[in-house]
Protein backbone atom coordinates (compact mmCIF):
# COMPACT_ATOMS: atom_id res chain seq x y z
CA UNK A 1 0.00 0.00 0.00
CA UNK A 2 1.55 3.38 -1.16
CA UNK A 3 1.99 5.86 1.86
CA UNK A 4 0.83 9.28 -0.77
CA UNK A 5 4.43 10.48 -0.56
CA UNK A 6 5.41 10.87 -4.38
CA UNK A 7 1.50 12.59 -4.92
CA UNK A 8 2.71 14.88 -2.02
CA UNK A 9 5.89 15.60 -3.20
CA UNK A 10 4.58 16.45 -7.00
CA UNK A 11 1.79 18.73 -5.94
CA UNK A 12 4.55 20.57 -3.90
CA UNK A 13 6.77 20.75 -7.26
CA UNK A 14 4.05 22.06 -9.00
CA UNK A 15 3.19 24.56 -6.01
CA UNK A 16 7.14 25.96 -6.07
CA UNK A 17 7.36 25.66 -9.97
CA UNK A 18 4.05 28.40 -9.81
CA UNK A 19 5.82 30.46 -6.93
CA UNK A 20 8.96 30.59 -8.65
CA UNK A 21 6.49 31.74 -11.99
CA UNK A 22 4.85 34.19 -9.98
CA UNK A 23 8.21 35.85 -8.75
CA UNK A 24 9.59 36.02 -12.11
CA UNK A 25 6.24 37.71 -13.18
CA UNK A 26 6.39 40.15 -10.50
CA UNK A 27 9.98 40.95 -10.68
CA UNK A 28 9.36 41.41 -14.70
CA UNK A 29 6.18 43.65 -13.98
CA UNK A 30 9.08 45.61 -11.23
CA UNK A 31 11.32 46.10 -13.86
CA UNK A 32 8.82 46.89 -16.43
CA UNK A 33 7.29 50.21 -14.46
CA UNK A 34 10.96 50.92 -13.28
CA UNK A 35 11.93 51.73 -16.87
CA UNK A 36 8.81 52.90 -17.60
CA UNK A 37 8.77 55.64 -14.58
CA UNK A 38 12.68 56.04 -15.75
CA UNK A 39 11.45 57.26 -19.22
CA UNK A 40 8.79 58.98 -17.81
CA UNK A 41 10.96 61.35 -15.28
CA UNK A 42 13.33 61.64 -18.72
CA UNK A 43 10.15 63.20 -20.96
CA UNK A 44 9.43 65.32 -18.09
CA UNK A 45 12.60 67.19 -18.00
CA UNK A 46 13.04 67.47 -21.41
CA UNK A 47 9.30 69.52 -21.73
CA UNK A 48 10.74 71.46 -18.75
CA UNK A 49 13.60 72.65 -20.38
CA UNK A 50 11.81 73.42 -23.40
CA UNK A 51 9.48 75.51 -21.24
CA UNK A 52 12.27 77.99 -20.87
CA UNK A 53 12.87 78.61 -24.77
CA UNK A 54 9.47 80.40 -23.97
CA UNK A 55 8.70 84.51 -23.03
CA UNK A 56 6.19 84.07 -20.25
CA UNK A 57 5.19 87.53 -18.39
CA UNK A 58 4.56 86.17 -14.53
CA UNK A 59 1.08 86.82 -14.02
CA UNK A 60 -0.72 84.48 -10.84
CA UNK A 61 -4.45 86.53 -11.62
CA UNK A 62 -7.55 84.40 -11.20
CA UNK A 63 -8.57 83.67 -14.79
CA UNK A 64 -11.45 81.15 -16.18
CA UNK A 65 -10.44 78.97 -18.38
CA UNK A 66 -11.78 75.43 -20.60
CA UNK A 67 -12.39 72.50 -18.40
CA UNK A 68 -11.03 70.29 -19.01
CA UNK A 69 -7.02 71.08 -20.75
CA UNK A 70 -7.26 74.73 -19.78
CA UNK A 71 -4.51 77.08 -19.80
CA UNK A 72 -3.66 80.72 -19.36
CA UNK A 73 -3.00 82.59 -22.06
CA UNK A 74 0.89 80.73 -23.47
CA UNK A 75 2.81 84.23 -22.52
CA UNK A 76 1.26 84.58 -18.96
CA UNK A 77 1.59 82.45 -15.79
CA UNK A 78 3.18 81.91 -12.50
CA UNK A 79 5.13 78.96 -10.71
CA UNK A 80 2.86 76.53 -10.88
CA UNK A 81 1.74 76.58 -14.43
CA UNK A 82 5.56 75.62 -14.87
CA UNK A 83 4.49 72.68 -13.66
CA UNK A 84 1.20 72.04 -15.47
CA UNK A 85 2.46 72.63 -18.99
CA UNK A 86 5.77 70.09 -18.93
CA UNK A 87 2.88 67.48 -17.71
CA UNK A 88 0.63 68.25 -19.86
CA UNK A 89 3.34 67.96 -22.87
CA UNK A 90 3.19 64.27 -21.73
CA UNK A 91 -0.50 63.99 -21.91
CA UNK A 92 -1.19 64.64 -18.23
CA UNK A 93 -3.75 66.89 -17.64
CA UNK A 94 -3.34 68.16 -14.00
CA UNK A 95 -6.10 70.62 -13.93
CA UNK A 96 -8.14 67.64 -14.04
CA UNK A 97 -6.81 65.26 -11.86
CA UNK A 98 -6.23 67.92 -9.10
CA UNK A 99 -9.86 68.49 -9.56
CA UNK A 100 -11.43 65.65 -9.94
CA UNK A 101 -9.08 64.20 -6.17
CA UNK A 102 -10.55 67.63 -4.53
CA UNK A 103 -14.02 66.51 -5.61
CA UNK A 104 -13.22 63.31 -3.45
CA UNK A 105 -11.80 64.40 -0.80
CA UNK A 106 -12.14 68.31 -0.60
CA UNK A 107 -11.48 68.00 3.04
CA UNK A 108 -7.91 66.53 2.98
CA UNK A 109 -7.02 70.13 1.23
CA UNK A 110 -5.87 73.28 2.30
CA UNK A 111 -9.22 75.87 2.70
CA UNK A 112 -7.92 79.38 2.71
CA UNK A 113 -9.76 82.53 3.94
CA UNK A 114 -7.38 84.56 1.58
CA UNK A 115 -8.71 82.33 -0.91
CA UNK A 116 -12.46 82.18 -0.26
CA UNK A 117 -11.92 78.56 -1.25
CA UNK A 118 -15.29 76.69 0.38
CA UNK A 119 -15.69 74.53 -2.76
CA UNK A 120 -13.53 73.09 -5.77
CA UNK A 121 -12.60 75.20 -9.08
CA UNK A 122 -11.33 73.84 -12.07
CA UNK A 123 -10.56 77.42 -13.00
CA UNK A 124 -7.15 77.83 -10.52
CA UNK A 125 -7.48 74.71 -7.83
CA UNK A 126 -4.47 73.38 -10.22
CA UNK A 127 -2.66 76.24 -10.12
CA UNK A 128 -2.04 77.15 -6.52
CA UNK A 129 0.76 75.47 -4.79
CA UNK A 130 -0.70 74.13 -1.75
CA UNK A 131 -3.13 72.34 -3.62
CA UNK A 132 -0.53 70.70 -5.39
CA UNK A 133 1.55 69.93 -2.29
CA UNK A 134 -1.59 67.58 -1.30
CA UNK A 135 -1.96 66.15 -4.70
CA UNK A 136 1.76 65.12 -5.11
CA UNK A 137 1.70 63.49 -1.95
CA UNK A 138 -1.21 61.92 -2.02
CA UNK A 139 -1.19 60.29 -6.01
CA UNK A 140 2.79 60.69 -5.87
CA UNK A 141 5.74 59.92 -4.13
CA UNK A 142 6.73 61.59 -1.17
CA UNK A 143 10.29 62.00 -0.45
CA UNK A 144 12.34 63.65 2.10
CA UNK A 145 13.69 66.79 2.36
CA UNK A 146 17.40 66.87 2.88
CA UNK A 147 20.15 69.70 2.47
CA UNK A 148 22.15 66.89 0.56
CA UNK A 149 21.96 67.96 -3.19
CA UNK A 150 22.28 64.34 -4.40
CA UNK A 151 19.35 63.71 -2.90
CA UNK A 152 17.15 65.86 -5.49
CA UNK A 153 17.32 64.07 -8.82
CA UNK A 154 15.89 64.95 -12.61
CA UNK A 155 12.46 65.01 -12.99
CA UNK A 156 11.71 65.33 -8.67
CA UNK A 157 9.01 68.17 -7.76
CA UNK A 158 10.58 70.87 -5.29
CA UNK A 159 8.36 72.95 -3.00
CA UNK A 160 9.50 75.96 -1.69
CA UNK A 161 8.81 79.01 1.86
CA UNK A 162 10.04 82.02 -0.22
CA UNK A 163 9.65 83.57 3.11
CA UNK A 164 6.12 85.14 4.78
CA UNK A 165 4.37 81.64 4.17
CA UNK A 166 4.60 82.35 -0.01
CA UNK A 167 4.78 78.98 -1.85
CA UNK A 168 7.14 78.48 -4.60
CA UNK A 169 7.66 75.26 -6.58
CA UNK A 170 9.89 74.15 -9.72
CA UNK A 171 11.28 70.89 -11.52
CA UNK A 172 14.16 69.48 -10.99
CA UNK A 173 16.77 68.65 -14.22
CA UNK A 174 19.32 66.87 -15.65
CA UNK A 175 21.35 70.14 -15.85
CA UNK A 176 23.71 70.38 -13.70
CA UNK A 177 25.27 73.97 -12.45
CA UNK A 178 29.26 74.75 -13.11
CA UNK A 179 29.30 76.63 -9.72
CA UNK A 180 28.14 74.47 -7.10
CA UNK A 181 27.74 70.77 -8.91
CA UNK A 182 23.91 70.84 -8.29
CA UNK A 183 21.24 70.12 -10.64
CA UNK A 184 19.33 73.22 -11.33
CA UNK A 185 15.44 73.67 -11.29
CA UNK A 186 13.45 75.04 -13.93
CA UNK A 187 10.85 77.23 -12.71
CA UNK A 188 9.33 80.48 -13.06
CA UNK A 189 9.84 83.10 -9.64
CA UNK A 190 8.94 86.61 -11.23
CA UNK A 191 11.14 87.15 -14.31
CA UNK A 192 9.74 84.42 -16.67
CA UNK A 193 10.61 80.80 -17.20
CA UNK A 194 14.33 80.03 -16.15
CA UNK A 195 16.79 77.27 -15.53
CA UNK A 196 18.60 77.99 -12.40
CA UNK A 197 21.06 77.03 -9.50
CA UNK A 198 18.03 77.56 -6.57
CA UNK A 199 17.46 74.39 -4.73
CA UNK A 200 18.77 75.36 -1.48
CA UNK A 201 18.05 79.28 -1.81
CA UNK A 202 14.77 78.99 0.27
CA UNK A 203 13.53 77.09 2.99
CA UNK A 204 12.22 74.03 0.95
CA UNK A 205 8.58 72.37 2.33
CA UNK A 206 8.10 69.81 -0.24
CA UNK A 207 9.77 66.95 -2.50
CA UNK A 208 7.64 64.34 -4.34
CA UNK A 209 7.89 62.17 -7.50
CA UNK A 210 4.80 61.89 -9.54
CA UNK A 211 4.39 59.76 -12.89
CA UNK A 212 0.89 60.97 -13.83
CA UNK A 213 -2.27 58.86 -13.28
CA UNK A 214 -1.78 55.04 -12.68
CA UNK A 215 -3.37 53.18 -15.77
Given at each position: ?92 DLQKEVH ?51 DYTPGDL ?22 SGHYMIV ?29
Amino acid sequence: MGNGLPGTRRTAKVALATMFVGVLALAQATTDESSAHREFLKRLVAAAIERTHHVVRYDPAYLKIPYPGGDVAADTGECADEVIRPYRALGVDLQKEVHENMKRNFSAYPQRLRWLSWRTDANIDHRRVPNLMVFFSRKGETLGITKRAEDYTPGDLVTWDLGGNVPHIGIVVDQKSAASGHYMIVHNIGQGVRMEDVLFNWKITGHYRYYGPKQ
